[in-house]
Structures are given as structure tokens and as C-alpha cells.
């Protein structure tokens, strides 16, 4: 029994100092976490004190730095205004010193004035005092002498006249050309809009200013070339990464667009080039002209055209009538025609197909002395179209009398395309007319390869085959093509023609 009690007074006291000595443990942790705390909250203290005084600095610096900028500004507008406040005050001085200076010359000139007035009355009395003696001396009247005197003048006058019309001619042929151009522009930029640009410019994008001098060569070799290719004025100037292409006939502007493309993008840019870039380029486009007749055609759903007239009506693209589009006024006078033969129960594919071809005569290059109405007539029956379709054509201007129910519709369905406000403008016509028959003029000629207008129609540029026009003959040529120009033709201003003569020789090593 005693020895279960002390077993359990053992047991008992072993847990006492167990749990004393867990509580000192306890304490020491607490203490120590205690610390750890106080350090941590000490560090994060300073930390927020520091960024604080970081923070403080920062916003006195950009309070400081705006402060200096407004200083700065203000400093510089009292600068500026002192400045014109100085400028003001010189002026204000000079504008008083000139208006002394004017009091004083006016002051001047009337002293000079009334000087001259009492010499006069002197002169006055001398001269009729001489003249008095003259008469007395001569035996001749006042009147007879100054006859005879106005005679001698005359004479004189007359030679010195001459002179002085003479240089004044010189001086008139010297100023003509830049006075001519200064009234032009000021007659285009008041009455300029925007489709006569569109009907004789194309505006070439390149990507830098150097491109330019690539594209005129060498003493202007590559532009001369090209010009001479295409009969197309190219116009490099000042124009930032643009090179203005100019001419009356788009087929020839397109032309010239697409060989600069070719050319720039190629990179490779001189006489021989060219010549083979535009033959390409010709023959490509021709291509196109086909391929967008026969998209016409499919689009308005005619069938069996010649492939003759189908090149045509791709050709209509690339002309103009009284400014308005040939081949989308075409289209439309084709679609009002088959609507109103279809109201009135009449052939919807005759009335269409004769809509879309009644301006073909517009289309040829070589433009014979007829009117197009009777050309596009005869070229619808060489191409085996029906007698319906032709008399449409040949009658929608009343050169011929009608004989189907299908022309008048034509006729009317031309008028109201035509009609419409904006439609068509009869200037650019006969300009396009006008220039037309220059170039066929020069054509007329033996030995003319090529002619073409520029400068809107103010030079003709003739090209001749150096084997049958020599130097003495292309003088004589230009100068009978002047006149014949002169003669037979109206136009403003002058023209000037160029014919131009190459020789070449060509081989080829195989």
C-alpha cells in the first residue's frame, strides 16, 4: 500500500515539474515572438518613413521642375513681347520720319512746280519771239513753216517708227509665250472641274523622289524614249512621289502607265528597255480590251458577236463621248433599250444588242469622212449582224431613214444617256476632234511613221523614217505641215511642230 502511494506521489510530482518546466518553455517562446514582432514592426516603420521622404522629395522635384517651367515661359513671352513691344515703337518712328520726309518733298516739288511755271512763260515769250524773227527772215507764215517742218517730221517719224515697231515685235514674240500661259492658267483656274482633268491626266505614284531621275536618264534619254514610244507627255516636276502622264487618248495614257510600272518595279530603265516594255505592254493591253468585250457581252447576255466587234466594245473603255464614257454609256442605252422593247413587246436581244453597239463607229483609230452613225452601220454588216441591228445604228442621228420599230428606241434611249445633267461636255469633244486631226494631218504625209499632239494640242510631234525623209526634207516637212496647220485649221494660240529624225543600226551577234 505504501508502495502504491509513493508511486503515485512520484507520478504526481514527475507531472508538476513537467508542466513547470512547459510553461518556463512557453514563456521564452512568447518572449522571443514577442521580440521577433517588435524588430519586424521597427523594420516596416522605417521602411514606410523612408518611402515617405522618397515620395516628399519626389513631389517637391516636380514641383520645383513645373515652377522653373512656368518661370521659363513667362520669361519667354515678356522676351516675345518686349520684342514686338521694340519692333512697334521702330515702326511707329519710321512711319513719322516718312511722313517728314513726304511733308518735305511735297514742299519741294511745288517750289519746283512754280519754277517751272515762270520758265515756261519765259520759253513761251522767247519761242515767239524767234518765231517772229524766222518769219520775217524765211518770208513764209507761221503756218507754212510748221507744214513744212511737220513734213521733215513725218518722215523722220515714220523711220524711227518702224524701228520702234520693230523692236517692240521682237520684244511682244519674246513675253508672248509666258503672258499667253499666265492668261490660260488664269482662264483654267477660274473655270477648272475636275472630269476635264480626269479626261486627259493619269497622275504615276512612285515611292520616292529618286525614281525620277532613274526615269529621265541621262541628258533625258529615258523620258524622250518613252515619250516617243507611247505619244504620251510625261511631266516630271516638283510633285512629291508623283509623275504626271498626259494625253487626249486614255488607250495611250494606260499604255504609258502600265510600261512605268513595269519598268520601275523591274528596275531596269533605258531606250532598248522601254521600246520592248511598251511593245509588251501593247499587246497586253489588247488582250484586256478583248477579254472586257467579252465580259460586256456575257454581263448583258448577247451572244454570237463578232470577235471583231467584241474587241470594239472592249475598246469603248478606253474613249470618251462629249466626256462621258463610251462603253458604260453604251451599257446603259443597251439596258434602257431592252426595257422599253420588252414594255412595247418588241425582240429584247435585238433592241439590246443594237443599244450596245449603236456608237461603234467612235471606236476605229482611222476616223474616215463619215459620220459615225454610218460607220458603225458598215461595220455591223461587214460582221454579219442583222439588217434590223444595222438600221438602228445607221439611223439613231437620222443620216439614214428608219425602217424597224428598233431605232427609235435607239435613237431615243441615246438621247436620254446623253440627257442627263453632268452627262457629256461638247468642249472636250472638239478638243479631242481638234487634236485627232493634227495628228492625221501629219500622217497624211510620205515618210511619217508617227504623230503625236501634246502639250494639249500646242505642239505635234512627227516622227519620220530616216530612209526616206533626210535632214533638208524633214526642215521642209515641218515647215509645210505648219502651214497647212495655219491654212486649214482653227485653233488658239500657236502650235508648234517638231519632226524628229533617228537613224539606227541594228544587229545581232548569234
Given at each position: 500500500?505504501n508502495?502504491?502511494?509513493?508511486?503515485?506521489?512520484?507520478?504526481?510530482?514527475?507531472?508538476?515539474?513537467?508542466?513547470?518546466?512547459?510553461?518556463?518553455?512557453?514563456?521564452?517562446?512568447?518572449?522571443?515572438?514577442?521580440?521577433?514582432?517588435?524588430?519586424?514592426?521597427e523594420?516596416?516603420?522605417?521602411?514606410?518613413?523612408?518611402?515617405?521622404?522618397?515620395?516628399?522629395?519626389?513631389?517637391?522635384?516636380?514641383?520645383?521642375?513645373?515652377?522653373?517651367?512656368?518661370?521659363?515661359?513667362?520669361?519667354?513671352?515678356?522676351?516675345?513681347?518686349?520684342?514686338?513691344?521694340?519692333?512697334?515703337s521702330?515702326?511707329?518712328?519710321e512711319?513719322?520720319?516718312?511722313?517728314k520726309?513726304?511733308?518735305?518733298?511735297?514742299?519741294?516739288?511745288?517750289?519746283?512746280?512754280?519754277?517751272?511755271?515762270v520758265?515756261?512763260?519765259?520759253?513761251?515769250?522767247?519761242?515767239?519771239?524767234?518765231?517772229?524773227?524766222?518769219?520775217?527772215?524765211?518770208?513764209?507764215?507761221?503756218?507754212?513753216?510748221?507744214?513744212?517742218?511737220?513734213?521733215?517730221?513725218?518722215?523722220?517719224?515714220?523711220?524711227?517708227?518702224?524701228?520702234?515697231?520693230?523692236?517692240?515685235?521682237?520684244?511682244?514674240?519674246m513675253?508672248?509665250?509666258?503672258?499667253?500661259?499666265?492668261?490660260?492658267?488664269?482662264?483654267?483656274?477660274?473655270?477648272?472641274?475636275?472630269?476635264?482633268?480626269?479626261?486627259?491626266?493619269?497622275?504615276?505614284?512612285?515611292?520616292?523622289?529618286?525614281?525620277k531621275?532613274?526615269?529621265?536618264?541621262?541628258e533625258?534619254?529615258?523620258?524622250?524614249?518613252l515619250?516617243?514610244?507611247t505619244?504620251?507627255?510625261?511631266?516630271?516636276?516638283?510633285?512629291?512621289?508623283?509623275?504626271?502622264?498626259?494625253?487626249?487618248?486614255?488607250?495611250?495614257?494606260?499604255?504609258?502607265?502600265?510600261?512605268l510600272?513595269?519598268l520601275?518595279?523591274?528596275?531596269?530603265?533605258?531606250?532598248?528597255?522601254?521600246?520592248?516594255?511598251?511593245?509588251?505592254?501593247?499587246?497586253?493591253?489588247?488582250?484586256?480590251?478583248?477579254?472586257?468585250?467579252?465580259?460586256?457581252?456575257?454581263?448583258?447576255?448577247?451572244?454570237?458577236?463578232?470577235?471583231?466587234?467584241?474587241?470594239?466594245?472592249?475598246?469603248?473603255?478606253?474613249?470618251?463621248?462629249?466626256?462621258?464614257?463610251?462603253?458604260?454609256?453604251?451599257?446603259?442605252?443597251?439596258?434602257?433599250?431592252?426595257?422599253?422593247?420588252?414594255?412595247?413587246?418588241?425582240?429584247?436581244?435585238?433592241?439590246?444588242?443594237?443599244?450596245?453597239?449603236?456608237?461603234?463607229?467612235?471606236?476605229?483609230?482611222e476616223?474616215?469622212?463619215?459620220?459615225?452613225?454610218?460607220?458603225?452601220?458598215?461595220?455591223?454588216?461587214?460582221?454579219?449582224?442583222?439588217?434590223?441591228?444595222?438600221?438602228?445604228?445607221?439611223?439613231?442621228?437620222?443620216?439614214?431613214?428608219?425602217?424597224?420599230?428598233?431605232?427609235?428606241?435607239?435613237?431615243?434611249?441615246d438621247?436620254?444617256?446623253g440627257?442627263?445633267?453632268?452627262?457629256?461636255?461638247?468642249?472636250?469633244?472638239?478638243?479631242?476632234?481638234?487634236?485627232?486631226?493634227?495628228?492625221?494631218?501629219?500622217?497624211?504625209?510620205?515618210?511619217?511613221?508617227?504623230?503625236?499632239?501634246?502639250?494639249?494640242?500646242?505642239?505635234?510631234?512627227?516622227?519620220?523614217?530616216?530612209?526616206?525623209?533626210?535632214?533638208?526634207k524633214?526642215?521642209?516637212?515641218?515647215?509645210?505641215?505648219?502651214?497647212?496647220?495655219?491654212?486649214?485649221?482653227?485653233?488658239?494660240?500657236?502650235?508648234?511642230?517638231?519632226v524628229?529624225?533617228?537613224?539606227?543600226?541594228?544587229?545581232?551577234?548569234?
Amino acid at each position: 500500500m505504501n508502495i502504491i502511494i509513493g508511486i503515485l506521489i512520484g507520478v504526481a510530482a514527475g507531472t508538476g515539474v513537467g508542466l513547470l518546466i512547459q510553461n518556463i518553455i512557453l514563456k521564452n517562446k512568447t518572449k522571443k515572438i514577442l521580440k521577433d514582432a517588435e524588430l519586424e514592426g521597427e523594420n516596416i516603420k522605417k521602411g514606410k518613413v523612408l518611402q515617405a521622404k522618397e515620395k516628399f522629395l519626389k513631389l517637391k522635384q516636380e514641383h520645383e521642375k513645373s515652377v522653373k517651367d512656368r518661370e521659363r515661359k513667362l520669361q519667354s513671352n515678356e522676351d516675345r513681347f518686349r520684342a514686338k513691344e521694340k519692333n512697334l515703337s521702330q515702326k511707329i518712328e519710321e512711319s513719322v520720319r516718312k511722313e517728314k520726309d513726304a511733308q518735305k518733298l511735297q514742299t519741294e516739288l511745288a517750289q519746283r512746280l512754280s519754277s517751272i511755271e515762270v520758265r515756261n512763260q519765259e520759253l513761251e515769250k522767247l519761242q515767239q519771239k524767234r518765231v517772229a524773227e524766222l518769219s520775217k527772215i524765211s518770208g513764209m507764215s507761221p503756218d507754212e513753216a510748221k507744214n513744212m517742218m511737220m513734213e521733215a517730221l513725218k518722215d523722220e517719224a515714220r523711220t524711227g517708227a518702224m524701228a520702234h515697231i520693230k523692236e517692240i515685235t521682237d520684244e511682244a514674240k519674246m513675253n508672248a509665250n509666258k503672258e499667253a500661259r499666265k492668261i490660260v492658267v488664269q482662264t483654267i483656274q477660274r473655270v477648272a472641274t475636275e472630269q476635264a482633268i480626269e479626261n486627259a491626266v493619269s497622275v504615276f505614284n512612285i515611292e520616292s523622289d529618286e525614281v525620277k531621275g532613274r526615269i529621265i536618264g541621262r541628258e533625258g534619254r529615258n523620258i524622250r524614249a518613252l515619250e516617243a514610244a507611247t505619244g504620251v507627255e510625261i511631266i516630271v516636276d516638283d510633285t512629291p512621289e508623283a509623275i504626271i502622264l498626259s494625253c487626249f487618248d486614255p488607250v495611250r495614257r494606260e499604255i504609258a502607265r502600265l510600261s512605268l510600272h513595269q519598268l520601275v518595279t523591274d528596275g531596269r530603265i533605258h531606250p532598248a528597255r522601254i521600246e520592248e516594255i511598251v511593245a509588251k505592254t501593247k499587246r497586253s493591253l489588247e488582250e484586256e480590251i478583248a477579254e472586257t468585250g467579252k465580259r460586256t457581252c456575257i454581263d448583258l447576255g448577247i451572244h454570237g458577236l463578232h470577235p471583231e466587234l467584241t474587241r470594239m466594245v472592249g475598246r469603248m473603255k478606253y474613249r470618251s463621248s462629249y466626256g462621258q464614257n463610251l462603253l458604260q454609256h453604251s451599257r446603259e442605252v443597251a439596258n434602257m433599250c431592252a426595257i422599253m422593247a420588252s414594255e412595247l413587246g418588241l425582240n429584247v436581244k435585238l433592241a439590246k444588242r443594237a443599244g450596245l453597239l449603236h456608237d461603234i463607229g467612235k471606236v476605229p483609230d482611222e476616223e474616215p469622212e463619215v459620220p459615225h452613225a454610218i460607220l458603225g452601220m458598215k461595220l455591223a454588216e461587214k460582221h454579219g449582224e442583222k439588217p434590223d441591228v444595222c438600221n438602228a445604228i445607221g439611223a439613231h442621228h437620222d443620216e439614214i431613214e428608219m425602217s424597224t420599230l428598233i431605232a427609235p428606241i435607239v435613237q431615243v434611249c441615246d438621247a436620254i444617256s446623253g440627257a442627263r445633267p453632268g452627262a457629256r461636255r461638247e468642249i472636250v469633244e472638239s478638243y479631242i476632234k481638234r487634236i485627232k486631226e493634227l495628228e492625221n494631218l501629219a500622217l497624211s504625209y510620205d515618210g511619217v511613221s508617227s504623230a503625236y499632239a501634246i502639250q494639249a494640242g500646242r505642239e505635234l510631234r512627227v516622227m519620220v523614217e530616216s530612209e526616206k525623209v533626210n535632214d533638208l526634207k524633214a526642215d521642209e516637212l515641218s515647215f509645210t505641215i505648219s502651214q497647212r496647220i495655219q491654212t486649214e485649221m482653227t485653233y488658239p494660240g500657236q502650235v508648234k511642230v517638231t519632226v524628229i529624225r533617228e537613224k539606227r543600226s541594228v544587229n545581232y551577234a548569234k
